[in-house]
């Protein structure tokens, strides 16, 4: 009797399983969570036995999810999928998220197990995953029931996505995780290289954190995506099992340091600099501890908790130096924007609170990538403003701020160039100092404002009558000079002479009175001088030459003095 009974039970289970079987045909592409029953132990770990006898005993629970999720430090979690095959099929069970520790897929015919695979990134020997798509098997379906089972363990987020392809599905699938980690992997390095030439021609601290920024995240990608195990460190558990949740942390202090060196927090919010400095220690202190002391359930709180206070900080650090009007803040708050909506919605999705899907799990690679790109356009306007600045920094600096001429600092480089240059080739050159008579009168009857009209009406002049290779300065006070390549003695006095007569004809309105004015000019050219500094004092000695014999004229080594056309 009681083998009947048990037989007619073990027959309704066989009739239930294969009516609710979902038929393989129907499976699609897409995640089976919502198809699949879930368990999860509760103490001791069950064998494959014990978790048969549970699923059949009805303690397994309908999946509430299409992709069950059950966060970090969750127990080991079991699924059950009976899929029916009308004829023999090929397909690909694609299971578990890449950071698993450990999944185990059963394959069932009845009682017998026919398929097992073992893998996750716990152990030595077991299958790595297949980059972000997570754990491959390949199976040929014979005709009829096949139980899957799957037991996925993992004190990280624990994640257990599973998916049915048919080969052309996952050919297509495969190809689209290589193409989309081939660019975002090869736009990351370019990204990289560019900006260390950059660093290593300019020495600019933002541009190498950037670089460390953009780096660190690339080799967590790297890490999470199943990539770094495969590629980087494989067959060593003992550095995956932490290398995620680390490098999530040093992803996080490296871009903290970008922020601070490319808005100046230093010394423009030193408060809040002082924040992101202890926000940095506090972050790495405690991963720190929990990797000391093997704690891999609090390191994912940590690194997961660290993560969103990261990306709330950038956008924090972004908006106080807008306020500042700091160089590049609106570009970089664009991308801390950008860059924490992609971070949240895959750390939520991984964690709690949004459903886990591939375009989520993804959110964060592409929000990075996008600030990236954002925060190169940041540096180059930035570069461009401090190299603007810089130049009118020198401009000013090398200018008279009155007249606008070069000042006798920027003069004397240009001209050592000239002389030199002028010195080797052989060529003639001649100079020319120039002194307004009796300015100090001027000043002293008329006011400065008179005075200072003066000086700018006679270095326009000077820019308009001189040539274009001409080197033309303030040398100080009323005194001006210029330098002429290329220019005999002859030539120079010439000008000279030219000079005097437009600044004779220069009338100044002041005061309803118009000011007339009259200079004395001095002209030298280069002969046996030892240096600029000689060719230009023996110039200023023919100024003050003109001076002595009755000033308004032009004096020089072999002529009389010329004064040119007569005042009106």
């Given amino acids: 009797m009681r083998l009947c009974l048990l037989g007619l039970l073990c027959l309704c289970w066989s009739l239930a399983s294969q009516a609710a079987a979902l038929p393989l045909d129907a499976a699609g592409t897409g995640p089976l969570g919502r198809e699949a029953t879930v368990f999860v132990e509760r103490d001791a770990a069950l064998t494959l036995e014990a978790a048969l006898a549970a699923q059949r005993s009805g303690q397994f629970a ?30 690909q069970i694609v299971v578990g998220a890449p950071w698993t520790d450990r999944v185990d897929v ?51 987020p624990l994640v257990v996505p599973l998916r049915l392809l048919t080969p052309a599905a996952a050919a297509a699938a495969q190809r689209a995780h290589d193409y989309g980690y081939g660019l975002l992997y090869g736009y990351l390095l370019a990204l990289i290289v560019y900006n260390a030439m ?47 949740l680390v490098l999530m942390v040093l992803f996080g202090c490296m871009g903290l340091g970008f922020a601070s060196s490319f808005l100046g927090l230093r010394s423009s919010l030193p408060g809040l600099h002082r924040l992101v400095r202890v926000l940095m220690v506090a972050g790495a202190l405690a991963m720190a501890l929990c990797v000391a002391f093997d704690l891999q359930p609090a390191a994912g709180v940590v690194a997961f908790v660290f993560t969103q206070v990261f ?48 375009w989520a799990l993804h959110a964060a690679e592409a929000g990075v990538a996008l600030d990236g790109t954002v925060l190169t356009l940041a540096l180059a ?74 000086l700018i009406a006679v270095a326009r002049l000077l ?28 030539q120079a006095r010439r000008t000279g002479m030219r000079l005097l007569e437009a600044i004779r004809a220069v009338r100044i309105e002041h005061g309803g009175q118009r000011l007339h004015l009259s200079a004395s000019v001095g002209v030298a050219e280069r002969g046996t001088h030892a240096n600029l ?23 020089c080594g072999d002529t009389t003095p010329s004064a040119g056309v007569k005042a009106d």
Wanted: glycine residues 10%; contains cysteine.
């Fill in 311 to 358: 990306a709330l900080a950038m956008v924090w650090i972004g908006v106080a130096s807008v306020r500042r009007e700091r160089i590049g803040a609106p570009y970089f708050l664009a991308g801390a924007l950008i860059a924490m909506a992609g971070t949240a919605i895959t750390t939520f999705a991984v964690w709690h609170g949004l459903p886990y899907s591939a």
């Fill in 198 to 244: 950059l660093y290593v021609g300019l020495r600019d601290r933002s541009q190498r954190d950037y670089v460390l920024y953009v780096g660190s995240f690339l080799l967590l990608s790297m890490a999470y995506s199943g990539h770094g195990q495969v590629w980087l460190w494989p067959d060593q558990p003992e550095v995956q099992r932490y290398a995620i």
């Fill in 533 to 555: 500094e000689a060719l230009i004092d023996e110039a200023d000695h023919w100024m003050y030459e003109a001076k002595r014999v009755g000033r308004g004229c032009v004096c």
């Fill in 463 to 490: 820019e308009q009558g001189c040539r274009e290779a001409d080197l033309v300065a303030r040398w100080g006070g009323e005194e001006f000079v210029v330098l002429m390549p290329d220019a005999r003695l002859a």
């Fill in 381 to 454: 306007y930035r570069m461009r403003r401090l190299r603007g600045e810089r130049q009118r920094a020198e401009h000013l600096a090398a200018t008279d701020p009155l007249t606008g001429l070069r000042n006798r600092r920027a003069f004397s480089a240009a001209a050592a160039a000239l002389w030199q240059a002028t010195q080797q080739g052989g060529r003639p050159l001649a100079a020319i100092v120039l002194d307004l008579d009796h300015f100090k009168l001027l000043n002293d009857t008329h006011g400065h404002a008179a005075g200072d009209a003066a």
């Fill in 106 to 156: 059963y394959l069932l015919r009845g009682d017998a197990v026919v398929a097992h695979l073992a893998a996750g990134d716990g152990e030595r020997g077991l299958l790595p995953p297949t980059g972000s798509l997570g754990f491959v098997l390949d199976h040929d379906f014979a005709p009829g029931v096949t139980d899957i089972l799957v037991r996925a363990a993992s004190p990280d």
């Fill in 62 to 91: 309908a999946g509430a999810a299409a992709v069950p999720k059950f966060g970090i430090g969750a127990r080991p979690v079991w699924l059950h999928l009976a899929v029916d095959t009308p004829a023999a099929q090929r397909r």
